[in-house]
């Protein structure tokens, strides 16, 4: 849908009259032009029907274009004149942006400009928390705002534009009315009021229409056409893609031949938007991050309050409430013996962090040739040198930086999956290794339970528990890269939870800020903190945006998301909806093996997949999964429902029967 949304900056401002001249405007200048309404209130009935007011407006205005009367313009109307919440509580209904913003697609068919009036300001409650702001975000059409020059305009009109900003929206230009008659002598005043508005809110004023009685029509739609020509125009659609293509690198892509790009404009809850208009049911949470779903009202509040008082500080010598809340609240979360907190700005930081507290915590016990890490293959822990080393040496990146990695001490991949009896035999080369080597060996780190991007393997809780016995048995320390699995995506808060296993240094990242922005943080046990710190000892590592104010906040409002929610439920249920869509792809040919555990559902293939192409088919039916290697696999945000799970499975389907990853 293309046009303009226009809100007023309060209710009885003129919004009515200044959206039926500009909609005779745009007709005049040839446009097919419509004006509608989501919500109006105030109907009174007649016949049986109820009369809205507002088109009446738009009728007097629009005649000569609409000779057989002006069409629909409502979508929902109601009888008592109040807001809009109310009036639909009290008729027992309920207004739903979604539902709104698709009437509104409807009444607007065939028309290339639609002007969505409205009711009141930006703020006015649609209930169920909902406002007019989330109706608006939906369209995510240019908005103008009407504004009455009297007393008190500036500060609406200010706190309104700032407001249509804060929520993403681009403000086209406010239109200013003078609904309210001058009076004797304030003319100076009105103009002062026009100047400022421009000068602090940075949006043009489109018009001016003055105090006019009786709102003839030719005059009031002469003011109103100045706005015509000073309406921003529409956005190119893919605007950028040529550059993009010419001069950013993308994850793990080459600078002269990039797999293609999606322009995104926009992601909402489970949807992400494409610069082009098209809607994707997200399968990905961002790489595990979105847990939440995208722009959830919560985060982006929490953010928006920590931005309008303090974005960053360094920590270094300061400290501050965001991060004092965030990291209380994470050692009240995790595993019971951890007590102490490490604030890191990626995961891949978070492992470098871990891997140095178990160097010189061996350093500090005197056992300087401890200084290995033990780890198993198919790991992945990040992308940075100390990170790299402990990744799966072969679909790593080993080969490529030998010269530069530490070696590390590899045991064979965890040959237990997590829905099968344990083997013993799984362990035994494990076992081997540490009789052999153990004096060389400061830590063990794993993923605990689900390996994630190095193969999207679960394996046993048993696996887990003795390599705690083992870390016990011979000293060393066992580090748990929860970055992927924790916050709740495998079922359980912290995946070590499987095996009741506490580690002695935990990373979490990834979903630690509900996918809002980076941050990772490393927790320890006393034991790990007083032996490094012991005879004035520090931990040598402080990163520049260490405690980032901004996004410990936003992660502070992450975990009260889950706590105030049952994602324990939400998780399960997500489960069992993967299972019954991933499932039947095991018949399929080329399949080797379909897995679900929490809301990760992985379905394996014999052979490495064709990433452009499934990429390509996925979008074209509407949904956003990103396969790697022979893994074709979801970790929806938690608040995925069943029918856009079975749409995520289904696709998988349909994309295997094509062979489009082939
Ligand atoms: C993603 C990931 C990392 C690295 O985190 P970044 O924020 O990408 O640096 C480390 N470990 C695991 C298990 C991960 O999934």
């Known amino acids: 849908m293309n046009g303009y949304f226009i809100t007023g900056t309060d209710t009885d401002v003129g919004k009515t009259l200044a959206t039926a001249a500009l909609l005779r405007a745009l007709l005049d200048a040839g446009r097919r032009a419509v004006a509608l309404k989501p919500v109006q209130t105030g109907c009174p009935e007649r016949d049986g029907r109820l009369v809205a007011e507002d088109p009446t407006v738009y009728s007097r205005f629009t005649e000569e274009y609409f000779p057989g009367g002006y069409p629909e313009a409502c979508c929902r ?37 639609v002007l ?11 209930g169920n928390g909902r406002t007019m702001l989330d109706l608006m975000q939906r369209l995510d059409l240019p908005v103008i705002v009407v504004a009455d020059n009297r007393l008190g305009v500036v500060n609406h009109a200010l706190m309104t534009v700032e407001t249509l900003r804060g929520h993403g929206l681009d403000v086209a230009g406010v239109v200013m009315t003078n609904a309210t008659p001058p009076t004797e002598g304030d003319a100076w005043l009105r103009r002062d009021n026009v100047k400022t508005i421009a000068e602090m809110s940075g949006a043009p004023i489109l018009a001016d ?43 793990y892509t080459s600078a002269l031949e990039p797999l293609p790009v999606n322009k995104v404009r926009s992601a909402r809850g489970t949807r992400i938007v494409l610069d082009d208009g098209r809607e994707l049911i997200d399968g990905m949470a961002s790489w595990w991050c979105a847990i939440h779903g995208y722009a959830h009202p919560e985060l982006t509040r929490a953010a928006r309050a920590q931005l309008g008082r303090m974005p960053h500080v360094m920590f270094g010598g300061l400290t501050h409430d965001p991060a004092i809340g965030l990291c209380r609240d994470l050692l009240d979360m995790a595993p019971d013996g951890l007590e102490h907190v490490f604030l890191a700005d990626s995961g891949s930081v978070s492992v470098e962090a871990a891997i140095k507290m178990a160097l010189q915590y061996m350093q500090a016990r005197g056992q300087t040739e401890r200084t290995r890490l033990f780890t198993v293959r198919g790991g992945y822990h990040g992308d940075t040198c100390g990170a790299m080393s402990v990744c799966d040496p072969d679909n790593g990146m080993h080969h490529l930086f030998s010269g530069l990695l530490p070696k590390q001490i590899f045991a064979p991949v965890p040959d237990c999956p997590f829905h099968a009896p344990f083997d013993p035999e799984c362990f035994r080369e494990t076992e081997r290794i540490f009789r052999e080597r153990s004096g060389e060996i400061a830590a063990i780190i794993v993923e605990p339970i689900v390996q994630g991007a190095g193969g999207m393997r679960f394996y046993h809780p048993e696996y887990l528990r003795r390599l705690r016995r083992l870390a016990d048995e011979h000293d060393v320390l066992l580090i748990l890269d929860e970055i992927a699995t924790g916050f709740g995506r495998t079922g359980k808060l912290f995946a070590c939870e499987w095996g009741g296993v506490t580690p002695d240094i935990l990373c979490v990242g990834k979903a630690l800020t509900g996918g809002t922005m980076t941050l990772a943080a490393v927790l320890a046990t006393g034991d790990v903190a007083r032996t490094i710190s012991a005879d004035g000892g520090v ?99 938690y608040i995925i429902n069943r029918p856009e799970t079975a749409r995520l499975g289904a696709a998988v389907r349909d994309a295997i029967t094509a062979r489009a990853h082939l």
């Not at 009036?117 to 006015?124: D, L, R």
């Not at 009786?214 to 000073?230: F, I, M, N, S």
Request: with cysteine; hydrophobic share 45%; glycine share 12%.
């Open 77 to 113: 109307k109601f009888v008592p004149a109040c807001s809009p919440h109310l009036a639909a509580e009290m008729a027992g209904e309920t207004l739903d942006p979604d539902e709104l913003a698709a009437g509104l697609e409807a009444l607007g068919h065939g028309y290339d400009t």
């Open 116 to 126: 969505v009036e409205g009711a009141g300001g930006c703020a006015v409650p649609l």
């Open 209 to 251: 229409i003055p105090h006019l009685p009786g709102a003839p029509v030719a005059e009031v739609t002469a003011h109103a056409a100045r706005a015509l020509d000073r309406l921003p125009q529409p956005r190119p659609v893919d605007g950028g893609l040529d550059f993009d293509r010419d001069h950013i690198w993308h994850p």
């Open 539 to 637: 931990f040598m590592h402080g990163p520049t945006f260490m405690g980032n104010p901004l996004a410990c906040a936003v992660a502070r409002a992450s975990l009260g998301i889950l706590r105030s929610t049952d994602w324990r439920a939400q998780v399960h249920a997500v489960e069992g909806w993967l299972k019954e869509s991933f499932g039947p792809c095991r018949e399929l040919p080329g399949v080797a093996d379909v897995r679900v555990l929490g809301a990760i559902g992985v379905v394996e293939m014999e052979n490495p997949v064709n990433v452009p192409g499934l990429q390509r088919f996925f979008v074209d039916h509407g949904v956003w999964l990103r396969p790697f290697g022979r893994l074709i696999y979801a970790m929806p945000p």
